[in-house]
Each structure stands twice: as structure tokens, then as C-alpha cells.
């Protein structure tokens, strides 16, 4: 898939290591680093995708499809650069589309509670938000996305 330039395209390992590498510029001070699971790249590779233009990788899905057909987004991010073009939509759209494809029938996605940016994210593409108290363990809440597919969202 490609979209404003950037071609949407399954993730490999040297893309993985590149999102690492720049990891500040998708995350600024956070330290998601610990996320990042290679594991994920070589075992879902058809639905762990990376978006990337001339100047390397402007954002990045990763997430699986599990065996009750609900299609889970464990991180997604756009670089520094890349923010408010609409790349995330179309990220998510990309995945949805892969979900689909190996039966997903849903979506999914957690964040902190604390992460206002992702859950108006979420929210803007028809996601019911939940906070569900312990889901991280003792204390430790969390806002769990779901939505039907098909994902039907355009640029805002």
C-alpha cells in the first residue's frame, strides 16, 4: 500500500533494529524499548507493518491476529515528523486490512490510563474505550480498545 509518498509494507528484522535505533524520535523520552519484541516481526510478520519513505521509517504497527479472530495492536507509532499527517489512521487501516485477512473479525489495543493522546486516537477511530482496573496487575489499570471491523476511517 502506499499513501503520500510512504509505502506501507510488512515489517522484516533490519526494520525492527531501525525502529529501535531511532526510538526517541516515535517515543521522545519514553523508554518503550522493553515493548519491542522481535518475536513479534519474524512470528507476525504479515501484520506487524512499517510505513517507509525515502528518509527511512515514518511509523510503524505491530500486532497479530489471535485465535479467537481479534486483531491486537501491541504498539504503534509515528515518528517526530510524521505526526498529525494522518499516517497513523492509515497504519491502523493497513493493519485492519491484514487482520482481516487471517480472520480477525475485531480489534483491540491497551494503553495507560495516563495516555490521553492515545485513547483520543483510539476514540477518533470508533474504538469503545474501557478502564480496567488490575489489567496490568495489582493497581495497575489500563484503557483496552475494542471495535468491529471493518475499519472504516478516512483522514480527519
Not at 509518498?5 to 517515543?27: C, K, M, N, Q
Not at 519474524?42 to 515514518?58: H, K, N, P, W
Not at 507509532?77 to 491502523?92: E, Q, S
Request: with cysteine; net charge neutral; charged share 25%.
Amino acid at each position: 500500500m502506499v499513501v503520500m509518498g510512504i509505502r506501507i509494507a510488512p515489517a522484516g528484522v533490519t526494520d525492527f533494529h531501525e525502529v529501535l535505533t531511532d526510538h526517541s524520535r516515535y517515543w521522545g523520552e519514553r523508554d518503550l524499548r522493553s515493548l519491542h519484541l522481535l518475536a513479534l516481526v519474524q512470528e507476525f510478520g504479515s501484520t506487524c507493518l512499517v510505513a517507509r519513505a525515502e528518509d527511512g521509517i515514518r511509523g510503524y504497527i505491530f500486532g497479530f491476529v489471535t485465535p479467537d479472530g481479534i486483531g491486537y495492536v501491541h504498539l504503534i507509532a509515528t515518528r517526530d515528523d510524521a505526526r498529525g499527517t494522518g499516517l497513523g489512521r492509515c497504519l491502523y487501516r493497513a493493519f485492519a486490512e491484514a487482520a482481516e485477512r487471517h480472520g480477525a473479525r475485531k480489534l483491540k489495543a491497551i494503553t495507560s490510563v495516563e495516555n490521553t493522546g492515545s485513547i483520543a486516537f483510539h476514540r477518533s477511530l470508533g474504538f469503545d474505550t474501557e478502564i480496567v482496573d488490575d489489567y496490568n496487575g495489582p493497581g495497575r489499570a489500563m484503557a483496552v480498545f475494542h471495535r468491529d471491523l471493518p475499519l472504516n476511517v478516512t483522514r480527519p
